[in-house]
DNA sequence: CAGTGAGCGAGCTTCCGCTTGACTT
């Protein structure tokens, strides 16, 4: 047994620093916190200054009752979680269920798993920060009582109430989609009209070049078709020549944000896909810690990263840089995300092979020279106007970084249509060019973009919310619970003007383009919508996009040990706690109820609202003596979008098409899509026939064609008892109500001789011995 | 598989941040 017990959160660090530390020690994981506030009543006593009541919920109990034991056998304790409020309130918290002195233990941390700062940390072991603890505290306090007292608000207020919730952060990232969605709604393009002149010219060497300049933007065609005409017949110079150098720099190595970011535009990968394939990575020890938002690098891996960059690319590829984090709210218990040796390129978990090559390439760019470049702008002479056209070009003159790695951009960022620039000929001041054509094409200004996972991640970084271990949860939470839909969108059909300039004439054209077409986009449900607004009313202070950064520095102070935590707790609470009984009384219920208009058949509203099952429309109201009509609102449909005459369209089903062997067959939309109803029967209607319009010969041959499936399907019928005898794809089974029973392999063949007391007996044989997955499952309970 | 849409109110849900398994069809 080892005298000294060293206790980290994460197995795979613990791993590492045991062979580092030697035998004197013995390395072991908490995996993260031990312990929470109980769910009762909120587990605080809010009338004892909030006084947290905490329980090791079950699944830490193993881990645990395992470092108890080893606690007692040790001689000395070191307490080496991560170094930020998290990793200062485990240790607190170890101290308090191994029954250790907080003032007495030993204290350690280090920022990377090297040998010498491993070292170093043991050899400057330090007391527990209680302050720091506190700040902790008061933390998950604050997060407890508004996710508790926000969530029983909406099952409460909202018609829906499929365990809705309310927090701190997922309230605010709906926030932040709901309102783009808005803004995209609201948006009103207006159009330019950009010039661009195409030419072809001898260069300096003599040789036949063509390339582009572009003109002046007008704002109307008018304007663009007189600038035209003003060059009918005009010549062409170059008026001079410009060379600027210019560089460009890597960006920083990877913080889980930047990773997860990358990967969706790179790799087209989710977040969680990502963190799952970062994990299994760190596990096998390719690469550090991937929950990090720090940016710098360790001594060794820089030495690493140096050396390995001289090697593949030679010395004036390198170019050591100290990375600062922008954000104010990062903590930096850990080193940014690098591969542990730059020498492997290769990693042994195929899935994760793309990502390791990201990470690796994103590491050695860090460190790499800056790209240099020269950019060079000829401006173009008009001998019938005084505009200047302008053509540019850009040549690399270095590569530097660019050697490995090119960061993506997000499609906001994206200055202009065309944002690489290519060469541009070597030209000579003074010397003519032939026009070949000039062309003035009409663009749309563009709303912003929809967000994605990961530019929701960027965005909540930005805003100091949330932390790199919840980035990926939060985004599952918010589309679990409904707020949210990840999906694509079809753009539509626009036309656009143009008018081209050739031979002296001038051409107008009408041309078409598709626009606002979206993959794998983050949109608000009528859900999110409504609870958000809610929200707002009614505690616009918590969903404030500063109100995180307002509690991060009051939680600074109480770690600087200028405010005590339950005074900054308290001082939350009072105004917070009025706002939640006011609310709970006097708010009317959540709908997000919207007039369409008056239904011209019968002069009832017609309004789009929040119903039990989801958004829907309605004509009529319920007070009403006849009770009201309802339709479900379509997938893409939308409360606040949907027109009066796409709620009145909804209401055309179910539609009954005719009669077919006396009995009505109808067409409606149902809970899995489009279907047919005739006796009593169901049948699925393919995606090729639309439920508006399709025609009763249409349908039948569906229900002929299903109707015999069944009966070849069909072995035998039971009347009486309801069971049937059915060919299945894996033989003939019993069917009874809505459950199935196995056959016995022996009597498959003679399946159609069986009598009703054999099923019967089969029936009770197969519920007598269920399937063996349940049979284990039971032993294994045991 | 293919409905429903209001309200009664049993008994339940819910937060954010740390960290990984242990389950099955």
Request: glycine share 6%; net charge neutral.
């Amino acid at each position: 047994m080892a005298k000294n017990l060293l206790i980290v959160e994460s197995p795979a660090k613990a791993k590492t620093i045991e062979k580092i530390l030697g035998k004197d020690f013995e390395v072991k994981s908490c995996f993260g916190h031990i312990r929470d506030l109980e769910k009762d009543d909120m587990g605080i006593d809010v009338q004892n200054n909030f006084q947290p009541r905490y329980i090791v919920p079950e699944d830490k109990e193993k881990v645990v009752k395992e470092l108890k034991q080893l606690a007692k056998k040790s001689e000395e304790i070191w307490l080496a979680t991560d170094e930020d409020r998290e990793g200062e309130a485990i240790s607190w918290h170890l101290c308090e269920v191994l029954g250790l002195d907080p003032s007495l233990t030993k204290r350690i941390v280090f920022h990377e798993i090297t040998k010498p700062a491993i070292e170093s940390a043991v050899k400057n072991p330090r007391k527990l920060d209680l302050n720091l603890v506190n700040a902790q505290q008061a933390r998950r306090i604050l997060d407890r009582i508004v996710g508790f007292e926000l969530s029983p608000i909406l099952w409460r207020k909202m018609s829906m109430k499929n365990n809705l919730s309310a927090g701190r952060v997922q309230s605010v990232a709906v926030r932040i989609i709901a309102e783009r969605e808005r803004e995209i709604n609201a948006f009103v393009p207006s159009s330019t009209f950009r010039i661009d002149a195409f030419f072809t010219a001898k260069d300096i060497t003599g040789k036949a070049v063509s390339f582009k300049a572009e003109g002046s933007k007008y704002n109307n065609e008018d304007g663009a078709e007189k600038f035209l005409q003003s060059c009918i017949g005009a010549n062409y110079k170059v008026a001079d020549i410009q060379v600027k150098p210019s560089k460009r720099t890597p960006p920083a190595p990877f913080t889980t944000s930047t990773l997860q970011q990358e990967a969706g535009r790179k790799l087209g990968y989710g977040v969680s896909r990502t963190m799952i394939l970062a994990q299994k990575l760190y596990e096998a020890g390719y690469i550090s810690y991937m929950r990090t938002d720090s940016v710098s690098l360790s001594e060794t891996a820089m030495e690493n990263i140096t050396g390995q960059i001289g090697a593949e690319y030679g010395k004036k590829y390198i170019q050591t840089r100290k990375f600062k984090n922008k954000n104010e709210s990062a903590q930096e218990a850990h080193e940014a995300i690098r591969p542990t040796y730059m020498d492997r390129r290769q990693v042994d978990i195929p899935d994760a092979q793309k990502l390791y090559e990201l990470i690796w390439k994103r590491t050695m760019a860090s460190q790499m020279a800056d790209a240099e470049l020269e950019k060079t702008t000829a401006r173009i002479s008009i001998s019938t106007n005084k505009d200047l056209l302008t053509a540019s070009g850009e040549v690399l003159k270095f590569d530097g970084f660019l050697k490995v790695y090119m960061e993506s951009r997000d499609e906001d960022e994206e200055e202009g249509d065309e944002k690489t620039e290519g060469m541009l000929p070597p030209l000579a001041v003074g010397q003519d060019l032939n026009l070949k054509e000039m062309k003035a094409t009409e663009r749309f200004s563009r709303p912003a973009p929809r967000y994605t996972e990961a530019s929701l991640v960027k965005k909540l970084e930005e805003l100091g919310i949330g932390r790199p271990s919840t980035y990926a949860p939060t985004i599952s939470t918010i589309l679990k619970r409904g707020y949210v839909e990840k999906r694509d969108k079809e753009g539509v059909v626009r036309d656009f003007r143009t008018l081209l300039l050739a031979k002296d004439k001038i051409t107008k054209k009408t041309e078409q383009e598709n626009t606002g077409a979206e993959k794998s986009k983050l949109f608000p449900t009528d859900l999110g919508l409504v609870v958000t607004d809610f929200l707002i009313q009614h505690f616009d202070d918590v969903m404030d996009y500063g109100f995180t950064a307002r509690i991060e520095n009051e939680f600074d102070e109480i770690a600087n040990g200028k405010v005590k935590w339950n005074k900054m707790v308290d001082d939350f609470y009072t105004p917070f706690k009025k706002d939640v009984d006011n609310t709970m009384e006097t708010a009317e219920r959540i709908s997000g109820e919207r007039d369409l208009g008056i239904d011209p058949a019968t002069g009832k509203k017609v309004i789009a609202r929040m119903g039990r099952f989801g958004p829907m429309v309605q004509i009529g109201d319920s007070n009403d003596e006849e009770k009201p009509r309802f339709a479900k609102l379509k997938q893409e449909q939308s409360i606040e979008t949907i027109s009066f005459d796409e709620a009145m369209e909804l209401f055309k089903l179910p539609r009954v098409l005719g009669e077919f062997e006396g009995s009505p067959v109808s067409v409606s939309i149902g809970r899995f899509g489009p279907y047919i109803a005739h006796d009593k029967q169901f049948y699925s209607l393919a995606k090729e026939f639309d439920p508006y319009s399709v025609m009763l010969d249409e349908v039948l041959p569906i229900i002929v064609e299903k109707r015999q499936a069944k009966l070849e399907r069909t072995i035998k019928v039971f009347e009486k008892e309801k069971i049937q005898l059915l060919r299945g794809p894996y033989g003939p089974y019993i069917k009874k109500g809505l459950r199935n029973f196995p056959i016995p392999k022996e009597q498959q063949e003679k399946a159609a001789d069986l009598g009703i007391e054999e099923v019967k007996k089969m029936i009770e044989e197969a519920i007598a011995n269920p399937p063996k997955k349940n049979f284990r499952k039971k032993k294994a309970q045991k």
